[in-house]
């Protein structure tokens, strides 16, 4: 077993004291370079905030307020530290649009430490289909595979057959981009008689149910997941050990109860708020609005860091659907482009596995006609393809749900 460095076998009590160690100088610089956080954490002295407790008192940003924020302050509400020039190579634009920046910092989403752990390692060639334009998903694999000595190959999403004829002729040995994507390719290569030459994989953007990870061991791929997120990089990732997923070494990871700042009990459901050190984008109790739960023990992998149950849902009702997340916001706007629908609810199921949208919409005048200008509605606004269904007036649940997520994954 090898790891990517040797703080990721450090004891425990170690790490929690070196996390702690950094935490005033990363608050006292958040204050003074972020605008938002000089607002939000006015009065408060940094060399006081020593402690999980002391941290907890601080208030809690989410990921669900960044929008008004950013309205308010274009490009980033506030709370970058870093501005345009050689200190920010690139501004990504996530659905909302939120805005995210990428300073020239080698691995800046810390990927490579997942990248390892999945083994990647220099001289492999990867295929990267995740999106290179808007969204940073294509430049945070690429940066974290360059981190390693991997040479990329930027395949971008879509067109199945043109990524066919790439592996036939590149014989790539790493796949990267969601695992219903590599799915279809390996449909596609075997329909069009060529032999894969895909030997690992790391997956992302969407559940990677056991099942089919099974699926691709038996094509011979090595198939890894992380948690990961535009704005704070690496959370935590997949090991060998396939026991939950380990934390990051530079992040610290608070459970608190969905809709508060305060902390739940050990191996209590609820909503993952990350502290990180990034010097660039330093953001503060960062509530991500996704639910998950600390597991007890650690890895039979080595690795001591704390571990979670990964990706567990939404503490509100944004979602994400192949990689991108859907707002409630979205599905609002879609409804007052269409004056017909008197209300209308986002459903997302997965048949076979592949996540799929739905809109159900009450109104009094269905048709076609109707039906394709709501289509091309969610597809402008979400950047993703929607099925419509209509019902009839009073027949959707008044329970104020706008997005309901029945994906199974059994």
Not at 16 to 28: D, F, N, S, T, W
Not at 114 to 123: E, L, Q, T, V
Not at 343 to 360: F, G, I, K, S
């Amino acid at each position: 077993m090898t790891y990517y460095d040797a703080r990721e076998t450090r004891d425990p009590a170690e790490r929690e004291r070196g996390l702690m160690a950094r935490l005033p100088a990363q608050i006292a610089h958040a204050q003074a370079n972020a605008p938002a956080f000089a607002g939000l954490l006015e009065g408060v002295d940094p060399a006081t905030i020593t402690s999980r407790e002391a941290l907890a008192r601080l208030p809690v940003t989410r990921k669900s307020e960044l929008l008004e924020h950013q309205k308010a302050a274009r490009p980033f509400g506030g709370f970058a530290a870093t501005r345009w020039g050689a200190d920010c190579r690139r501004v990504f634009a996530s659905p909302g649009p939120l805005y995210e920046p990428e300073s020239a910092r080698p691995d800046y989403y810390r990927l490579a430490r997942a990248f390892h752990a999945a083994g990647f390692r220099a001289g492999d060639l990867v295929h990267n289909t995740f999106s290179y334009h808007f969204t940073p998903a294509g430049s945070m694999m690429e940066t974290a595979a360059h981190a390693l000595g991997c040479t990329v190959f930027p395949a971008g999403v879509g067109q199945t057959e043109q990524q066919v004829a790439a592996l036939a002729d590149l014989k790539p040995n790493v796949y990267v981009g969601t695992p219903s994507f590599l799915r279809i390719i390996l449909d596609k290569a075997e329909e069009m008689g060529i032999a894969h030459s895909f030997t690992k994989a790391f997956v992302s953007g969407e559940a990677f149910p056991t099942a089919l990870r099974d699926a691709f061991a038996t094509c011979g791929i090595a198939a890894y997941q992380a948690y990961a997120t535009a704005d704070i990089g690496l959370i935590a990732y997949e090991t060998p050990a396939r026991e939950g997923m380990v934390l990051d070494e530079d992040v610290i990871l608070e459970i608190v109860r969905p809709g508060t700042g305060d902390p739940v009990a050990p191996g209590e459901v609820g909503e993952v708020v990350v502290t990180t050190f990034n010097p660039d984008y330093p953001l503060i109790r960062f509530g991500t609005g996704d639910l998950s739960a600390v597991m007890p023990g650690a890895s039979p992998c080595g690795r001591t860091n704390v571990r979670i149950r990964g990706w567990m849902g939404r503490a509100d009702q944004t979602t994400k659907v192949k990689g991108m997340f859907v707002h409630p916001g979205q599905i609002a706007a879609v409804a007052k482009r269409h004056p017909e629908i008197v209300r209308a609810r986002l459903v997302v199921d997965n048949p076979d596995l592949n996540d799929r949208m739905t809109l159900h919409c009450e109104t009094a005048q269905p048709g076609e006609a109707l039906s394709g200008a709501i289509a091309a509605s969610i597809r402008e606004l979400t950047k993703l393809r929607g099925e419509v269904s209509f019902c009839a007036p009073g027949s959707l649940a008044n329970d104020g749900k706008v997005i309901d997520d029945v994906r199974k994954y059994d």
